[in-house]
């Protein structure tokens, strides 16, 4: 294995301050509801805000400021969100099953959360797709009410009308216009106008991850999310200017954005750096993608294509491109991402909006033991047994030896009690 560039790997840092202010946002937010909502959207969006929960005259507003091709797309990306969905919901089933011991049965019931929370992000552009990913499974999944939170655009005083009509068309029941940390509070605890949920799924900046690490155990949370990654496992049969741009497709995401390219072929590395400068000369956004590029992107010459699955595999990335022959039979070799693209015609951007699978995923080495937004991301497996006076009495001597190994001896009784 050969590194011929490395990465600083810039990532925000979990300081004392952060840690401060967030937990002062949330706070205020516990102690004055919707009053510290205004304020803090004042100190930190610039923007005074009439109200908090959308109404619908806003969302009939937004419409008419989106033009019906958006609008159109918007809807075809979310049928196929909710295609997938639907599928994901198929795969999960209740069970009743009948132990070998007689009068004993065991089962569990699939339940969805009662409410849940949509944070959705925002940036230097609106974020649609996001509503779409982060409301969309949870309604699939069964949950009664599903409440959005988005930052307010200072161009238009509101939500970004895009993704206004991106969260109606997803199916959100709540829509509010509060963002950062005091949304994470707001919907963790509830004020006046934000009603509290259960679990707060969707992606955000530091200050989001930080305010969901804080809130955690009070209401659940879907992960805490880090800056976005793809890697791209490469031999010498890919084509250099695809790899070119999906690297810069997502280092445009960030600054602390990461693209690593692990390939068996370093004859191609020039030709990929070529394309890539090229790009950036094209792209509006190609400064921002580059800088990215240059501070966090990575290239790693593997010696074989096994040497390069193993590094693919332990770097467990968000996203995974696959570029090899046979790509096919590679992929089925690894087993840490977030999401999988197989093929040259699979770029990342399919993922992004419009292929169904959700763009909500682990990051930072978390898909080693986790998993991205899906319908069980809202659906409680609960157990539960139904045990017989016969079933009683086949449980009872063991389950009583065990409590009275452990000291537990009102555990013991209760057993014994309906031996009589």
Not at 1 to 27: C, F, G, H, W
Not at 157 to 172: E, K, S, Y
Request: hydrophobic letters at 40%; charged letters at 20%.
């Amino acid at each position: 294995m050969k590194v011929i560039k490395e990465a600083t790997q810039k990532t925000y840092q979990r300081n004392p301050e952060l840690i401060q202010s967030v937990s002062d946002i949330i706070q205020q937010v516990i102690a004055n509801g919707d009053a510290a909502i205004q304020a803090l959207s004042q100190k930190f969006d610039g923007i005074q805000l009439d109200h908090i929960k959308v109404t619908k005259e806003d969302i009939k507003n937004a419409y008419q400021q989106v033009d019906e091709k958006t609008v159109a797309d918007l809807k075809f990306a979310a049928e196929q969100i909710r295609f997938f969905a639907e599928k994901q919901l198929g795969c999960l089933k209740n069970l009743e099953v009948q132990t070998a011991v007689h009068g004993v049965t065991l089962g569990h019931r699939l339940i969805p959360v009662e409410k849940s929370g949509a944070y959705i992000p925002a940036g230097r552009y609106p974020l649609p797709s996001s509503a779409l990913m982060n409301i969309i499974p949870a309604k699939v999944a069964g949950v009664k009410v599903i409440s959005a939170c988005c930052p307010p655009s200072k161009q238009h005083g509101m939500i970004h009308p895009v993704v206004l009509v991106a969260a109606d068309i997803a199916g959100a029941d709540h829509i509010y216009c509060v963002g950062g940390a005091q949304a994470v509070a707001a919907m963790a605890y509830g004020t006046e106008t934000v009603e509290k949920v259960d679990l707060i799924a969707g992606p955000g900046n530091k200050f989001v991850t930080e305010a969901k690490r804080q809130v955690l155990g009070d209401v659940g949370i879907d992960s805490l999310a880090g800056p976005s990654e793809v890697l791209i496992l490469a031999d010498e049969s890919a084509n250099p200017e695809y790899i070119a741009i999906d690297l810069l497709a997502q280092s445009e995401h960030d600054p602390n954005a990461k693209a690593i390219l692990v390939t068996t072929a370093p004859e191609m590395v020039e030709e990929i750096n070529e394309y890539l400068e090229a790009f950036v000369k094209e792209l509006g956004t190609g400064a921002t993608a580059y800088r990215a590029w240059q501070d966090n992107g990575q290239i790693i010459v593997a010696d074989n294509l096994e040497e390069a699955i193993a590094i693919t595999n332990d770097a467990a990335p968000e996203h995974l491109e696959v570029h090899t022959k046979n790509c096919l039979e590679v992929s089925e070799r690894l087993i840490n991402f977030g999401s999988l693209f197989i093929g040259p015609y699979a770029p990342v951007a399919f993922g992004d909006y419009v292929s169904g699978t959700n763009h909500t995923l682990p990051t930072m080495q978390t898909a080693k033991y986790s998993n991205g937004i899906w319908v069980g991301t809202f659906i409680k497996t609960s157990f539960f047994q139904h045990i017989t006076k016969e079933g009683c009495e086949n449980l009872a001597d063991a389950c009583m030896h065990i409590a009275r190994l452990e000291g537990l001896l009102a555990h013991e009784k209760s057993v014994a009690v309906r031996l009589k």
